[in-house]
């Protein structure tokens, strides 16, 4: 590269800064004071941006007033659309479990995709240019575009007054020691629903300002909420949690990364070529984990608190009652016996609930006992399933040793992973597990020659002997039973102990001698392998492996079953399998937006059972029938 | 001024506090005293709306305040010092008091940040230092003076004594005194009977969550027997 | 030789010396109490000695070997029991499970997959919990506590390695007077009879004046007085930084 295209994409890493800053700063700010992990932020992007589109549409393209008008009437609007979901959802949960907050964003994201497709439809819509700011600049020789150069001047200008108004008003003020203390300012007679309400407004508002100065450069389009969060989750953990300077810097550092990479265009090593461009996402994720090893809080931030339990409490757990033993073995023995009466379709999707099943309990022994949360977990489970299919194509294994072989991969995926995300806690931690995700799932995607990029690998099939769907069936509840039984009994064996010594406090356990690192990192390669396991089975269930089986999305089903049933007991994500899985099947087939019918049964569930169904029905049992339940 | 009548409260399943009744006068300083988990704090945060009583009566100058939230009970000019003291370590002397800062109100001492200085000099010569980096004894002074910069008629000061070296300890109680002499009513809980005596006017004894005992700080003093039954000091 | 020799210990925060030049000994039996002001460096000192933070400069022995760096888990293998000022048990165990962990953890069987940990080292576990009175209540969740029951559950915990040496942060700090003498009587008796040295903070005058046998008095970092109980409460420095003139209750 010239000094010259370096200049240049220096100067575009800064034009991309800004609005990166701006979404990652209003995550920041509301994570700060409410606690809640944004995942819809990415949608109030993405509405900002349909919204500039359409209000331009409406002023004219031609207006510099009306353009102008346009984008901060988006942010305005997104603003006011935050000012709602605090009022009607968040306010009615703050006293929810965190996890449980963070499903109902989830299920915000949903329905807010849905509503974005029903209004302005799937195709992307392109914007105008900016009226009077259509020319470049001459640098160099080369041409930098005036609306670039508006947009490094903006990002700045914004930190500095968000800067002023943290620090010279009394908001600003109360906003920081709400930070640290919510309750503490309520009982000094600040009244903490209006700063909640202030404070999710700016964040939204700062997120529809991000997207709407976008437009002239990117088309608006349906995928950008989650690769929006996916961005924003990375900056403030590189900026560190709650540091407005700490997300301007990590966006920066971020948007260089990837001006640079997509300036480098292709580079020849060794003879191979290697298109950079498209190691963007694994680049800025490289960059985020050797951050995250170095200073684990973030460039700027500091240590941060984060709840390690989902449920009401750090519960006991007890050897299965006798009514529940022999419920599970009714169910067991109703199971074994179905196939002679049930339809395929019933096969189908009862492999499925198996499959997930044993999906949602890996990650039950990562999040309850283990106490680690994982944002990320449809990684491993994505490794297990390209692992088998890509055994059993490209290296031309029999099917057997293929999956046999799959949790194999997922636990090698997590032992290379987890070597990283053990040495961080709480939602550094979650947010690692997320960053790891993406990479796998950026590296399948991209990786055209050996993954088959985005239309992944068909042909999976399974071995003759399997493929009556009853024989799989059998097969799938067989190996599926056998590791449900090995997580419980992991769970009470000491190595299960030990992890919930661990969790309930690490202070105590380094006291009496536990190295927890070592022991989280092996409890992190375990549920790989059961996660490979599950993706592995999946693969031959349904003959073909596509990018979505380990996108994010996916992860956020594992999570949805887990804290539905019901984090601390093995029962809970089980059951939470079997709802979430035939829910999804229901509602798939009615309507065509499913999501949005999905996002609202999340928000209706979590707003109904706040401990999830199995703690709900715990509750309300006598104590010697929820034994171990 | 402050009247507590019948008031029952829980954590989940746990009876914390069973028909408790307490009463604060004005220009009084009254103390409630029991051991740990006897139900001190859990009074003091059911007054301020912290805790939601599942029943009984609390008013405030003569005005229902349970079930309200409370930043409103706060704006009736009912301050409330935390125990653990609480302050925002992130943010200055200076910055701390302002979040507690409210209008000032008829019927109560007004507080600036200067006057309090001349309350506590010590943070005078650290206005803009970080809570984070002051010492205990420091901190205690600094969640008194954030509390009344709200200009309350009525504090109420959980334990403010704990973990506090003798020597600060003494300083406390003179600051009590104080504030005593400016017009505020004060409600205290503590453990520590020697440090009740040197301020309270009257005496409420609370063991598992009921009231045992109610007269003034004389007569408990004098009344061997109760205190060798629910203080053993 | 001294169970616990300091010599010169010093740690500094940003530019600020929180702990500089500190040197003691406990001897095998003794309860030394360390006592000064907030903000004295005492939290800092006796994070130094368990491993939670490094000193700059300094060394820590145990029995003549050196410890000064070591992690708090390695530290804990080499005889030092700990107790914390705000108690750190393990709240989702029931009481006796929180004493097996220690043992389990002792043993290195902390890896094991299958074996059933609710059986592992129960008579074990009872006999530590019927010596500090918690036999009774071995099966309760260690969540739903009285907070001196949980003192004493901390109290077996810590001695469930066979400790030479126990480092208590303000055993008794949040509990009723009556509590504090019992817990204090009781940690002197099992520390006496099993020879084991005690290092303890403490705010509370009368523990200190009633069990220790030494004192020393930190402030602003430095030991300013170190002796016998009685010739420590005479010191009219450490009446002035730190006793007052209540120093008599």
């Not at chain 1, 073995?329 to 109703?334: E, K, R, W």
């Not at chain 1, 995700?437 to 071995?463: H, L, R």
């Not at chain 2, 988990?37 to 009074?43: F, Q």
Request: proline letters at 4%; hydrophobic letters at 50%.
């Amino acid at each position: 590269m010239s000094f010259s295209a370096i200049v240049i994409q220096f100067l575009n890493g800064l034009a991309g800064t800004s609005s990166l800053f701006l979404v990652a700063a209003g995550l920041s700010l509301i994570f700060g004071v409410s606690r809640i992990v944004n995942f819809a932020h990415g949608s109030f992007y993405m509405v900002g941006i349909y919204l500039a589109y359409s209000l331009i549409e409406y002023f004219g393209r031609g207006s510099a007033l009306g353009f102008w008008g346009a984008i901060l009437l988006a942010g305005l609007g997104v603003g006011l659309i935050g000012i709602v979901v605090e009022l009607v959802l968040l306010r009615r949960i703050y006293q929810a479990p965190e996890l449980f907050q963070l499903l109902a964003t989830f299920g915000l994201v949903l329905v807010i995709k849905d509503v974005a497709l029903w209004i302005w439809g799937a195709e992307e819509l392109f914007g105008p240019r900016a009226p009077g700011l259509r020319g470049g600049i001459e640098i160099m020789g080369r041409t930098l575009p005036e609306y670039d150069a508006i947009l490094i001047v903006i990002g700045p200008v914004i930190l500095g007054l968000l800067w002023l108004l943290l620090t010279r008003t009394r908001w600003g003020t109360l906003v920081r020691a709400a930070t640290q203390d919510r309750e503490m300012v309520g009982a000094l007679g600040v009244n903490q629903a209006w700063l909640f309400t202030s404070v999710f407004a700016l964040g939204a508002f700062l997120a529809g300002l991000g997207g709407a100065l976008q437009i002239p450069r990117e088309p608006a389009n349906l995928l950008l909420d989650v690769t929006v969060i996916g961005d924003a989750f990375v900056v403030v953990v590189v900026g560190g949690m709650g540091s407005i300077p700490g997300a301007f810097l990590a966006a920066f550092i971020i948007s260089q990364i990837k001006a640079f990479c997509i300036g480098i265009g292709t580079v020849e090593v060794f003879g191979a070529s290697f298109a950079m461009s498209k190691f963007t996402l694994v680049a800025e994720f490289v960059v985020m984990a050797i951050v995250l090893v170095v200073r684990p809080w973030g460039l700027l931030g500091r240590p941060q608190a984060m709840p390690r339990h989902a449920g009401a409490a750090e519960e006991r757990i007890s050897l299965a009652s006798r009514p529940l033993s022999m419920a599970a073995f009714a169910v067991l023995a109703i199971l074994i016996v179905l196939p002679a009466t049930a339809d395929t379709y019933t096969l189908v999707l009862l492999v499925d609930i198996f499959v997930f099943a044993l999906f949602a309990a890996s990650l039950h022994l990562m999040m309850g006992p283990g106490g680690m949360v994982s944002f990320g977990h449809a990684a491993y489970f994505g490794l297990g399933a390209y692992g088998a299919g890509l055994l059993l194509l490209k290296a031309g294994l029999p099917m057997e040793l293929a999956l046999a072989l799959s949790p194999l991969v997922g636990a090698l995926g997590a032992l290379i992973f987890g070597w990283f995300v053990v040495r961080l806690s709480g939602v550094y931690l979650a947010m690692l597990t997320l960053a790891f995700a993406q990479i796998t799932w950026a590296s399948v995607y991209q990786w055209d020659e050996f993954t088959g990029g985005s239309n992944g690998i068909v042909g999976v099939w399974p071995a003759e002997w399997l493929t009556s769907k009853t024989v799989f069936y059998f097969m799938t509840l067989l190996l599926c039973g056998a590791s449900l039984w090995l997580i419980r009994r992991i769970i009470h064996a000491p190595f299960g102990y030990t992890l919930r010594a661990g969790r309930d406090s690490p202070l105590r356990a380094d006291s009496i001698g536990i190295d927890l690192r070592r022991h989280q990192w092996i409890a992190f390669t375990i549920v790989g392998a059961f996660a490979g396991l599950a993706g592995g089975i999946f693969a031959f269930s349904k003959g073909s492996i596509s990018p979505e089986g380990l996108a994010i999305p996916r992860s956020v089903d594992g999570l949805v079953m887990v804290l539905l049933g019901g984090v601390q007991t093995l029962t809970g994500p089980v059951v939470g399998a079997a709802v979430f899985t035939w829910l999804q099947d229901e509602v798939a087939r009615q309507t065509e937006y499913w999501r949005a019918l999905l996002g609202l049964t999340i928000i209706g569930l979590v707003l109904a059972f706040p401990q999830g169904i199995v703690g709900f029905v715990k509750a309300r049992l006598p104590a010697r029938l929820g034994g171990g339940l | 001024m402050l009247r507590v009548a019948g008031l029952h409260a829980y954590y989940g399943q746990a009876h914390i506090l069973s028909d408790v009744s307490l009463e604060g006068n004005a220009g009084e300083v009254v103390v409630l005293l029991g051991r740990n988990g006897a139900g001190k704090s859990t009074t003091l945060k059911s007054i301020i709306g912290l805790v939601r009583p599942a029943q009984g009566e609390i008013t405030f100058e003569g005005r229902r305040i349970d079930g309200l939230s409370a930043h409103r009970i706060a704006r009736l000019g009912l301050g409330y010092v935390p125990e653990e003291r609480r302050i925002f370590t992130d943010l200055t002397v200076m910055e701390n008091l302002e979040v507690g800062r409210q209008p000032s109100r008829a019927g109560a001492p007004a507080w600036s940040p200067d006057r309090l200085f001349r309350l506590f000099p010590n943070l005078g010569e650290m206005r803009n230092r970080p809570g984070g980096r002051m010492s205990g004894g420091e901190q205690q002074m600094l969640t008194i003076a954030r509390t009344l910069m709200g200009n309350p008629r009525c504090i109420l000061l959980d334990e403010p004594s704990e973990g506090l070296a003798p020597v600060i300890v003494e300083q406390m109680a003179a600051t009590i005194r104080e504030l005593k002499q400016e017009g505020l009513s004060v409600v205290l809980s503590e453990q520590n009977l020697h440090f009740a005596a040197s301020v309270a006017d009257r005496a409420t004894i609370i063991e598992k969550g009921r009231i045992r005992y109610t007269g003034s700080m004389a007569e408990l003093q004098a009344n061997d027997a109760i205190r060798a039954q629910y203080l053993t000091v | 030789m001294s169970v616990l020799k300091v010599q010169d210990l010093a740690k500094s925060f940003g530019g600020v010396r929180a702990v500089q030049g500190v040197s003691f000994t406990v001897e095998a039996g003794e309860l030394l109490a360390l006592i000064g002001p907030n903000g004295a460096g005492k939290t800092t000192c006796f994070n130094m000695l368990n491993g939670q933070l490094r000193p700059d400069q300094g060394e820590v022995e145990l029995g003549g070997e050196s410890i000064r760096g070591l992690a708090p888990r390695e530290i804990w293998r080499k005889g030092v029991g700990r107790t914390f000022q705000i108690t750190a048990t393990f709240a989702s165990m029931t009481v006796i499970e929180n004493v097996q962990m220690a043992l389990v953890s002792h043993d290195r069987r902390t890896l094991g997959l299958f074996a059933r940990t609710a059986g592992l080292y129960r008579k074990e576990a009872l006999s530590l919990l019927d010596l500090v009175g918690m036999a009774d209540q071995s099966e309760r969740p260690c969540g739903v506590l009285a907070y001196g029951d949980l003192k004493r559950v901390e109290l077996a915990v810590a001695l469930a390695n066979g400790p030479r040496l126990l480092l208590m942060d303000e055993p008794t700090a949040g509990m009723a007077p009556q509590e504090r003498i019992a817990l204090m009587a009781l940690t002197a008796e099992i520390v006496r009879a099993r020879n084991i040295a005690v290092l303890f903070t403490e705010h509370d005058m009368d523990v200190v004046f009633a069990h220790a046998d030494r004192i020393i008095v930190l402030n602003r970092g430095e030991l300013i007085a170190e002796g016998a109980p009685e010739a420590v409460r005479a010191n009219a420095r450490v009446q002035q930084v730190y006793l007052g003139s209540g120093g008599h209750h």
